[in-house]
């Protein structure tokens, strides 16, 4: 008997909602920060979507501020911790905003050159090529909670893109991204859907 082809993996990747650093610019890596009321709403209005969707995984960051977003979204009682999933570990430059490092380092820019005594581009890469070689061993529609940048860069290497590439992908708060495969052609990996919020879609009525 010839067992049933395995569903083809489509990995939901969301980025957690607000908060105070996120609203303020500031980077946030370890530092465990909550959700401001505005980013806890941002992630209940992911309910109407997520709850279309049969999860086979839901896999969160270690970080309060992306578990508090699976919990609000409906998806806590299924989530397990990934420290894969952390943001990238700004360093030196923790709680810095982007203007403050450009008057010491005008060229700056994270894709570019990472932090000082943090993740640089080559770590970042390594974490989150070990992640996809993971996430590839499942099958299904897999959730994945997690950052800002770790989610840029996690898009650039699913689709076999240098980090680099990571400065031109914009990704707001509470956002829902779709990392699959062409239909047509299985193994071509795609990005299917990029920062989709649902604000974006009330907004344009």
Request: hydrophobic share 40%; aromatic share 8%.
């Amino acid at each position: 008997m010839t067992p049933a082809p395995q569903p083809p993996l489509n990995l939901y990747l969301i980025r957690h909602g607000e908060t105070e650093w996120s609203l303020s610019g500031q980077h946030t890596g370890t530092s465990d920060i909550a959700l401001t009321a505005r980013g806890e709403d941002e992630a209940r209005a992911l309910i109407p979507w997520l709850r279309q969707v049969q999860f086979s995984r839901v896999l969160t960051s270690p970080r309060q501020r992306a578990r508090r977003t699976c919990d609000l979204a409906g998806l806590g009682e299924l989530a397990e911790i990934d420290l894969d999933l952390a943001e990238w570990n700004y360093g030196d430059y923790e709680g810095k905003r982007s203007a403050e490092i450009h008057e010491g380092r005008p060229d700056w820019e994270i894709f570019r050159y990472g932090c000082p005594n943090g993740e640089l581009p080559a770590d970042i890469t390594f974490r989150a090529d070990r992640l996809i070689r993971r996430l590839t061993g499942m099958s299904g529609n897999v959730a994945l909670f997690s950052h800002g940048h770790f989610s840029r860069v996690l898009a650039t290497r699913w689709i076999g893109l240098p980090v680099l590439e990571g400065q031109h992908f914009s990704l707001a708060t509470a956002s829902l991204n779709i990392l699959g495969t062409s239909p047509s052609h299985p193994d071509v990996r795609v990005i299917a859907l990029w920062n989709a919020t649902p604000a974006m879609f009330t907004e344009s009525i």
